[in-house]
């Protein structure tokens, strides 16, 4: 059973970098053929999608978020990490952890399977 | 950026009802398209991916289909537990795209 947890502060002040850890659980996010996404939601509003980390540490972000995050991973402690700079109150939000589909089989894609419960981040000073 | 058009936004419906959901994409996503059910305060579950493909664990009473560009995602029998928002996404091309979700409502 795969799972994931996110975790980070809470609050963030403006101008400052979010910083959010996601520890999985029952799969290896350095093995594998595995996508692991951040995704986020504004309180009442849509998904967005962040970016993305391979297992093989090939990364892809969205370009609507201009540069300001880094998606990494710490194999050793079987963790995924978001980062995002100079945030504003427009970047206040549920942040989501998750990882890709796969069939079983030995297809994989990107489409978020597993998913983390969701931290809530509000930026403010 | 691929555009995900999804319809209605709002959707008003009774338990038994056939409820159609749908994403038109602004360019073509082959057939990497998924369909998300989200209830408040939970992060969303994947339905159906690819585009005509059931989950594990998803009742039978969901189907998804496709017609070039545009998606659909039917719910044959709307149960109680089926009120709840709805989203396409696109995995074809980065970034990923979600729809404006669609919220089923009691009616």
């Known amino acids: 059973q795969v799972q994931l947890q996110e975790s980070g502060p809470g609050l963030v002040k403006p101008s400052q970098t979010l910083s959010l850890t996601c520890t999985v659980s029952?799969?290896?996010?350095?093995?594998?053929?595995?996508?692991w996404s951040w995704i986020r939601q504004p309180a009442g509003k849509g998904l967005e999608w962040i970016g993305r980390?391979?297992?093989?540490?090939?990364?892809e972000y969205n370009p609507s978020l201009k540069g300001r995050v880094t998606i990494s991973m710490e194999s050793s402690q079987n963790q995924l990490s978001l980062k995002l700079t100079s945030v504003t109150a427009a970047d206040t939000a549920v942040y989501y952890c998750?990882?890709?589909?796969?069939?079983?089989?030995?297809?994989?894609?990107?489409?978020?399977?597993?998913w983390g419960q969701g931290t809530l981040v509000t930026v403010s000073s | 950026a691929i555009r995900m058009t999804q319809s209605p936004s709002f959707l008003s419906a009774s338990v038994g009802d056939r409820v159609t959901i749908t994403c038109r994409a602004s360019?073509?996503?082959?057939?990497?398209l998924g369909w998300y059910q989200q209830k408040p305060g939970k992060a969303p579950k994947l339905l159906v991916y690819?585009?005509?493909v059931l989950q594990s664990g998803v009742p039978s009473r969901f189907s998804g289909s496709a017609s070039g560009t545009d998606f659909t995602l039917t719910i044959a029998s709307l149960q109680p537990e089926d009120f709840a928002t709805y989203y396409c996404?696109?995995?074809?091309?980065?970034?990923?795209?979600f729809g404006g979700g669609t919220k089923v409502e009691n009616k």
């Open positions: 029952g799969a290896s996010v350095s093995s594998g053929r595995y996508y």
């Open positions: 996404l696109q995995d074809y091309t980065y970034p990923l795209t």
């Open positions: 980390i391979y297992t093989s540490g090939s990364t």
């Open positions: 690819p585009a005509f």
């Open positions: 360019q073509g996503v082959g057939s990497d």
């Open positions: 998750a990882r890709g589909w796969d069939d079983n089989r030995g297809s994989s894609g990107s489409a978020p399977l597993y």
